[in-house]
């Protein structure tokens, strides 16, 4: 558990851009956005990544994710969407705080130019998908010891 600058936003200690809030989550513009419309579901417990988060909290943002979504998608336009969530310094999280981005996608308006970071006509993300292999034996050996935990 941690008193992140997000639970500083959550109890309205510094200022954001709020599009959302109910008793669990709330949902904030993204400060240095990716994109038009990036914005960020935060759930109000403190815990830092996913694994922390409880069952509750977890239920409350996948119950407002699509709404939010929607309503992002409507308004900027966009007809692709990624949600983004990092946990750990290894996967890029920066705020040590639950939250999801949504991060809305806008190919159709071409590419940046270099050195002209411009959102609304991104790509502000960019990611490298490299993927490897897994063998029958491989799925059974992983799956097994992970399901057993579940
Ligand atoms: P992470 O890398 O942890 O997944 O992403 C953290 C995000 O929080 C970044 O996209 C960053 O721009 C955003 N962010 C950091 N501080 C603030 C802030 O004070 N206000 C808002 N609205 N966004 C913030």
Known sequence: MTDSIFSKIIRGEIESHKIYEDDFVIAILDIGPLSEGHALVIPKEPAVTI???????????????PRITRAIKKVTGARAVNILQNNGADA???????????????????????????????????????????????????????????
């Open 51 to 65: 694994d922390e988060l409880s069952d509750e909290h977890a239920a409350a943002v996948g119950r407002v994710l």
């Open 92 to 150: 890029g999280q920066a705020v040590e705080h639950v939250h999801f981005h949504i991060i809305p996608r806008f190919k159709d308006r071409g590419e940046n130019v270099a050195g002209k970071p411009d959102i609304k006509n991104g790509p502000g993300l960019q990611m490298i998908w490299n993927p490897g292999t897994l063998t029958q034996e491989e799925a059974l050996e992983l799956g097994k010891h992970i399901k057993r935990l579940l």
